[in-house]
């Protein structure tokens, strides 16, 4: 046995002392409050983000790049492991967490600009991405650096889950969307690891937001107006 592999049972042993009564409500089902969209990526924590710690709160999903999307026989809907807590567990909250740096993201901008040669897996991912992020090409500065042009991509992506989020027909009117990038690259000038809120509903515009939600106003940040 490896010793990595003694070290996650070693963990998941605190984990269980930790944890003992926190499943007796949710044993045996789940009215999760938000479910999560978050990237697949190791510096992304997805529920010690939001500080939680309580068995069916959240309902997390990830992949590469927070998609919404999936492709199916019938073109692009929203992704059954989205849309399951939403149809069945009766949660009213989507929540698209982008990030800093964004690997998928990286990735869907330099095919489109170079083309890139992956596996077909990750092809396929970046496929379900490279619709929605070319048009925004066409709006970055020529002048911009790599880098600050990848975390303004971060932040249309976002837009851009969120607005298949709203328009989708799967999703009732009810549901709130919201649209965060999670930062530990020190990109929005405030504490690593803090989430900062880029779109409520299809709201982008941070002066707006910051008039109706007063409370939260130092987490609503944009980079990007585009």
């Known amino acids: 046995m490896s010793q990595l592999l003694r070290d996650l049972l070693a963990g998941n042993a605190d984990h269980t002392a930790e944890f003992r ?31 939680n710690s309580e068995p069916g709160h959240l309902f997390t999903c990830s992949n590469i790049g927070n998609r919404v999307i999936q492709q199916t026989t019938s073109g692009e809907t929203v992704s059954g492991d989205v849309l399951y807590p939403i149809e069945h567990t009766m949660t009213e909250t989507a929540v698209v967490v982008g990030h800093t740096g964004c690997g998928a993201v990286t990735a869907t901008y330099d095919d489109l600009t170079d083309g890139l040669d992956e596996p077909a897996g990750i092809d396929h991912c970046l496929s379900l991405l490279k619709p929605h992020l070319e048009p925004a090409l066409d709006h970055l500065p020529e002048d911009i650096e790599r880098a600050a042009a990848i975390n303004r991509l971060v932040e249309y992506n976002v837009d851009r889950q969120v607005e298949f989020l709203r328009d989708s027909d799967d999703v009732p009117d009810t549901v709130d969307v919201f649209g965060v990038v999670y930062d530990f690259q020190d990109v929005y000038g405030g504490q690593r690891g803090e989430v900062h809120v880029i779109n409520v509903d299809g709201e982008t515009d941070v002066g707006a937001l910051r008039a109706v939600h007063p409370d939260i106003d130092s987490r609503i940040n944009r980079l990007w107006e585009y």
Do not use: E, K
Not at 26 to 50: F, G, I, Y
């Open 21 to 51: 009564d926190r499943f007796d409500q949710v044993q045996n089902s789940q009215t999760p409050d938000a479910v999560t969209v978050c990237c697949s990526d190791s510096r992304v924590l997805q529920d010690h983000m939001w500080g």
